[in-house]
């Protein structure tokens, strides 16, 4: 195979008699003599020869790759790279492994596990692309190494996770919230309640009620009994008595007519909530449920999307502070103030009992993080899993950020992300928007994501050799994404290819 035209230190042109494909990989070497490896972008077949425009990828020491700032010599012949070499590039002893390359189906690509969950992850493509058929395969690949995973899983897709290698390792979580652990700016966020004058009476209501030591379900049924005594009080412009947190003490308001409509209408707001919703509703602590060293899959689905979206903002500021509690503990245990110490034995004391999922690092996988890190506004899941984004790392939290929606993503967000599986995209914004979050996904790569097909992804980041285009492997498990067969559904055939 030889080099036509000029070269630069990042393109050079070749003609090969041999089929060559899109994405194959050639060795070339520069005018220093060094070996290059390079990737084909574009064939062009004229009079049964392939014209190749080939992308520099970098110069080859040592088995690993670097800048290359020499131009192309043209003088030299052009290899086809061979597959050894490729698989001790993409190999990696503790990687994960999701697939191979696109081009050359038997050489595997590793991933760097500490790179890829400490610096958090993005996996987008459209609708259908295969990201829940690549978190499925990422599970598979972290049980082997006994991890801690948390999924996030707003339409119940993984709740029925299986497969032969993750038996007894998935642990799945319906929703359980206990209204006395949430503050009441969650309650408020949680029972869809905006406007300011109700949730000041939600906040003397749940402070009266919070200083009765009341939990689960009771709490709200108290909270019921107390709204209605208030109406019935507001109706005749009589005063209310509530707790004052910050003062410590009990206090009096008097009310109007208008008092009387805002009680009215929370007090509609959680009777229509319980009957709906009480199944979720319990003293257990859903924090308490996560286990370690498991898939855990908390499955949202039966729950509306700002119920959503404060119980997932709960759980994440959970998860954080508690791992940083755990962590800070670790360290006051041995310091000489006995006060320190015996808040830090007692802070451990907790954890051990209850929460043992913050004892080792952990991931946390959100699907459909669009919803709960939305480009434009803000709330209290995207305030916590913002800041596991940034902080995360230094404490051994991992993020992984699941989207069909990437433009719809707060960009801050997603470029904390360190390495990003992106499948099919077709939308050239989506495309554009992508670039623009990912250091080393330019124009021309970026143009490959439309020709993807499902399954195929475009690997790039901090947690892989090269920026590459993978075949992520079929998940020969279950999991509840699968595509619905119309046809034998309608016909009363088994409906789950
Ligand atoms: N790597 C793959 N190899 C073969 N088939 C795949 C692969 N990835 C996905 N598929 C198939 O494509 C279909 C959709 O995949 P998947 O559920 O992962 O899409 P998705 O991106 O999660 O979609 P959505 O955004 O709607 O949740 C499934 O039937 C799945 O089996
Ligand atoms: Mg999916």
């Known amino acids: 195979m030889k080099i036509i035209g000029d070269t630069t230190p990042n393109n050079f042109t070749f003609i090969s008699e041999v089929p060559v494909e899109f994405g194959e990989y050639v060795i070339a070497k520069n005018v220093d003599n060094e070996e290059v490896l390079a990737i084909v972008k574009d064939v062009i077949y004229r009079e049964k020869t392939y014209i190749c425009n080939a992308k520099v990828l970098g110069v080859i020491k040592d088995k690993k790759i670097y800048i290359n700032r020499k131009p192309i010599n043209p003088e030299e012949d052009v290899k086809l790279c061979d597959n050894n070499f490729l698989t001790l590039l993409f190999f990696n002893k503790d990687g994960i492994n999701l697939g191979s390359l696109l081009t050359r189906r038997n050489v595997r690509v590793f991933l760097d596990t500490n790179k890829f969950i400490s610096r958090h992850f993005a996996i987008l493509s459209i609708t259908g692309g295969g990201k829940s058929n690549t978190v499925s395969v990422l599970c ?75 939990t689960g379900l009771d709490f709200l049924e108290r909270m019921i009994d107390l709204f209605y005594e208030w109406i019935q009080a507001a109706e005749v412009g009589w005063e209310i008595k509530y707790y004052n947190i910050n003062k410590r003490k009990f206090e009096v308001r008097k009310t109007t007519e208008k008092d009387f409509v805002i009680l009215s209408t929370l007090y509609n707001l959680l009777n229509e909530f319980l009957e709906n919703y009480s199944i979720y509703i319990s003293e257990k602590d859903i924090i308490s449920q996560i286990k370690p060293n498991h898939i855990n899959v908390i499955d949202l689905s039966g729950l509306e999307v700002h119920q959503m979206i404060s119980l997932v903002g709960y759980i994440a500021k959970e998860l954080l502070s508690k791992r940083i509690i755990y962590l800070k503990s670790l360290k006051d245990i041995n310091l000489k ?161």
């Open 140 to 214: 598979k690949e972290l049980a082997r190494k006994n991890a801690t995973v948390i999924i996030i899983d707003p339409h119940g897709e993984y709740s029925n996770l299986y497969h032969i290698e993750l038996q007894g390792k998935v642990n799945s979580i319906l929703p359980s919230i206990n209204p006395a652990f949430f503050n009441s700016d969650e309650l408020a966020e949680f029972l869809g309640i905006k406007e300011k004058e109700s949730k000041i009476y939600l906040k003397y209501a749940y402070d009266t009620i919070k200083l009765e030591k009341i």
């Open 337 to 497: 103030c006995e006060k320190i110490k015996s808040i830090a034995i007692k802070n451990l004391e907790i954890i051990e009992n209850k929460y043992k999922v913050v004892k080792k690092p952990f991931l946390l996988i959100v699907e459909e993080a669009h919803i709960f890190i939305p480009r434009n506004s803000e709330n209290n899941a995207s305030f916590w899993l913002g800041k596991i984004a940034r902080e995360g790392r230094k404490f051994g939290v991992g993020l992984g950020l699941i989207s069909q929606r990437p433009k719809q993503l707060n960009p801050d967000v997603l470029s904390q992300t360190g390495t990003k599986i992106v499948l099919r995209i077709v939308e050239p914004e989506d495309q554009k928007y992508i670039m623009s979050v990912s250091e080393d996904i330019g124009e021309e790569l970026a143009k490959d994501l439309s020709s993807l097909d499902i399954g195929e992804a475009l690997i790039s980041g901090i947690a892989i050799n090269l920026p590459s285009l993978v075949k992520i492997d079929k998940f020969d498990g279950i999991y509840g994404g699968k595509d619905i067969d119309f046809i034998k559904e309608w016909r009363g055939l088994e409906g789950w290819r």
